[in-house]
């Protein structure tokens, strides 16, 4: 997968600009000129790099009222209004996606009735469908969308947006891969190939996360330094939540049995694997029968009891959620332990 463009002295000007006006709006909402808008967005190929670049880096602020000037401004000229409000319309809808004003079943329903013109967003579109089949966990389908997209996006004159757009591809190619059974090797692969091309921060951090859960039970060293990578991302850009690699590094660690003392979290359910992974069996039982059934309170469950009642109900829960990482990773191996025949544990895992 080829096509990757490094930025021009003029983007590179521009993004900065872009992200200035974003801090600017940060800490004061107030309404941009339209000669600042102008400037940003006065010609074809910067409205198109400012659109994808804001969304791309989650400039929030500024993407919405870029998005309602592109769609609203007198200043656009009649010739270019079809194609700009087509644009502006497919990234609102991601924006409102992006912080969840709407959810992936609306999405996918607001998209039935668009049907863009431009290759740029019927290729755009596609992006967006294939983000709500990831959260529906249809992951079969995601890799047949991306293998269509591989054709469709180097149908794009070269520049920002086919840029741009491939390294979208290889972000979800990595993410989905490592849903996938049987596909790490493809998911790192994919995820290294995004690391080293995107500008992105948001993208960046991401994809180290992914890079860290997929070695979670493979190289502990591995998964704890690209965890810490995408924490100290994640903690710069100071916009965006950072639990879930917080609660992924104490799980590591309770796996590698690696804490040097009970971890200070809100999450119980890993203040119980500590607390067994230690021999303080009872006292994790205890937090956990407080807790809603969930695929990891049974495993633990299992940690300290040894019944199998717990592990298959583990298997069930984790099956119906479609986590197969966890369950080639983590579930496999304990039903190897129990006796269980390889083949048959990996049929049940799939």
């Keep these: 997968m080829g096509g990757y463009k ?12 872009l ?26 190929e910067y409205i198109m790099y400012a659109l994808e670049y804001v969304s791309m880096h989650r400039l929030f602020p500024l993407s919405i009222k870029l998005i309602n000037w592109v769609m609203n401004s007198p200043e656009v000229p009649p010739e270019d209004r079809e194609w700009m409000s087509e644009w502006g319309l497919m990234y609102k809808v991601s924006y409102h996606f992006q912080v969840r004003k709407i959810d992936e079943k609306e999405l996918l329903n607001q998209l039935k009735s668009i049907r863009p013109k431009t290759r740029e967003m019927a290729i755009f579109r596609k992006f967006l469908k294939i983000y709500c089949i990831n959260f529906l966990k249809k992951f079969e389908v995601s890799i047949h969308f991306c293998e269509e997209l591989e054709q469709d996006i180097p149908l794009i004159e070269p520049g920002y947006i086919r840029s741009s757009f491939l390294f979208r591809l290889c972000e979800i190619y990595s993410f989905t891969y ?13 995820a ?3 690391i080293e091309e995107a500008s992105s921060t948001y993208y960046k951090a991401n994809t180290y996360h992914y890079l860290g859960y997929s070695y979670m039970f493979d190289d502990y060293d591995k998964a704890l330094q690209y965890f810490l990578i995408a924490l ?14 917080e609660i992924n590094i104490i799980f590591l660690k309770n796996i590698w ?8 979290t809100n999450d119980q359910s890993e203040i ?36 199998l009642n717990y592990l298959y109900k583990s298997v069930e829960k984790f099956k119906q959620h479609k986590d197969y990482f966890f369950l080639k990773k983590m579930i496999e191996p304990e039903l190897i332990r129990t006796g269980m025949d390889e083949k048959i544990a990996a049929l049940i895992c799939i």
């Design 6 to 17: 490094k930025l021009t002295i003029i983007e590179e000007q521009l993004s900065s600009r």
């Design 257 to 264: 049995n690696a804490h040097e003392a009970c971890p200070e």
């Design 19 to 44: 992200e200035e006006i974003n801090r600017a709006l940060l800490n004061d909402d107030v309404e941009i000129s339209d000669e600042t808008m102008l400037e940003i967005a006065g010609t074809r």
């Design 178 to 190: 490592l849903c996938m059974p049987n596909n790490l090797e493809k998911a790192r692969f994919f």
């Design 272 to 307: 119980a694997h500590y607390l067994i992974k230690n021999g303080r069996k009872e006292e994790g039982l205890t937090i956990l029968q407080g807790l809603e059934p969930s695929a990891f309170r049974y495993y633990y469950m299992w940690l300290a009891t040894k019944k």
């Design 232 to 245: 100290d991302m994640l903690t710069t850009l100071k916009t965006e939540p950072t639990w879930k690699i």
């Design 192 to 194: 290294h190939k995004t």
